[in-house]
């Protein structure tokens, strides 16, 4: 068997997914910002498991998914609940001086909103390396759980800046909330269409 062609499924896979997961990290980086360091690694490696298993079992049946009307919808307004959960998260911790005095966030929550996050936000990823490794499964489990551990570095360092400047957790928080709503705008242009 020529190895090649597999190779090339694998750099495509990784471009693909590491290209549409910028907000993913992000995302991950707000979700465990406010944990102790070593809080932080932990959930960062469960949370990108659980989310890197969940998005090999969608990769797997993408064909399946790309028929599911409302799919689009339904991350947008998941993501977007990521997002006000962790803007209140935020306040509620800036009425001390600069946030400082804030409780730390539960590593169980911070888990789950990697989790929840990654699931909404994953759909482009998972339809595109889908596309490329329809026929290599191995191949794209491999190729996706690269991705995912090069994004948890990515969130790791995206944490750090978010706990040394603070306010950089609302620009995240921007950036995810402007992501949920084209999420659900596009969704219900899905829907609407479906039912015209």
């Known amino acids: 068997m020529d190895i090649l062609p597999l190779l090339v499924i694998l750099a495509q896979i990784l471009l693909i997914d590491l290209v549409l997961a910028g907000d993913n ?35 797997l049946v993408a064909v399946k998914l790309l028929a599911v009307i409302g799919l689009t919808l339904a991350g947008g307004v998941l ?36 989790i929840v996050a990654d699931v909404s936000m994953s759909l482009d990823n998972v339809l595109g390396v889908a596309g490329v490794a329809r026929e290599h499964p191995v191949v794209l489990g491999i190729g996706l759980a690269i991705s995912v551990g090069l994004m948890a570095l990515a969130a790791d360092f995206v944490a750090r800046l978010l706990t040394r400047y603070h306010w950089l957790a609302w620009v995240g928080i921007g ?12 969704g219900w242009a899905e829907v609407a269409h479906a039912l015209v």
């Open 175 to 186: 950036i995810v909330f402007y992501v949920a709503l084209k999420m659900i705008w596009e």
């Open 25 to 59: 990290a992000i995302v991950i980086g707000l979700a465990v910002a406010r944990l102790a360091p070593e809080q932080r690694r932990k959930a960062i490696l469960a949370g990108t498991i659980g989310a890197t298993v969940i998005r090999i079992l969608f990769a």
């Open 79 to 114: 993501l977007l609940w990521v997002a006000w959960k962790t803007a209140r998260e935020l306040r509620q911790g800036g009425h001390e001086e600069g946030g400082e005095g804030a409780p730390p966030a539960s590593l169980k929550g911070a888990i789950w909103k990697i």
